[in-house]
């Protein structure tokens, strides 16, 4: 089993910066993938970044592209995304999600952090 806690959420105006956090325990953090999703009101939960187990594979949305960075800090059992640049169209709750492969469905999820942005 493996529990997430996400952090770092709250609001922000446009073009500003926030830094959510993933702090995962159970078992270790660097034998999963991690990943963030996220939701908009009235909308499907969406991709937005993901990492491997390592740390040296990432993938992101192409609207996050450019503007948001995914880490992960496996002493700490903690992931991290750097959002840069934010846009009002960002806002949503934002998880953090823990998938046995790279790529793969995921089979642990956070509670969800909200994220709001104002223009």
């Known amino acids: 089993q493996v529990q997430l806690v996400e952090d770092g959420g709250g609001s922000e105006q446009a073009g500003g910066t926030l830094r959510l956090s993933c702090a995962a325990t159970?078992?270790?953090?660097?034998?999963?993938?991690m990943g963030w999703r996220r939701q908009a009101p009235g909308k499907e939960r969406e991709f937005v970044a993901r990492?491997?187990?390592?740390?040296?594979?990432?993938a992101y949305d192409a609207y996050v592209k450019g503007r948001f960075t995914i880490s992960r800090d496996n002493a700490r059992n903690t992931v991290y995304l750097q959002m840069n640049s934010l846009k009002p169209e960002d806002a949503a709750v934002y998880y953090c999600?823990?998938?046995?492969?790279?790529?793969?469905?995921?089979?642990?999820w956070g509670q969800g952090t909200q994220v709001t942005v104002s223009s």
């Open positions: 990492i491997n187990g390592g740390g040296g594979i990432t």
């Open positions: 999600a823990a998938a046995r492969y790279y790529g793969g469905q995921y089979d642990y």
């Open positions: 159970g078992r270790t953090c660097s034998s999963y993938a």
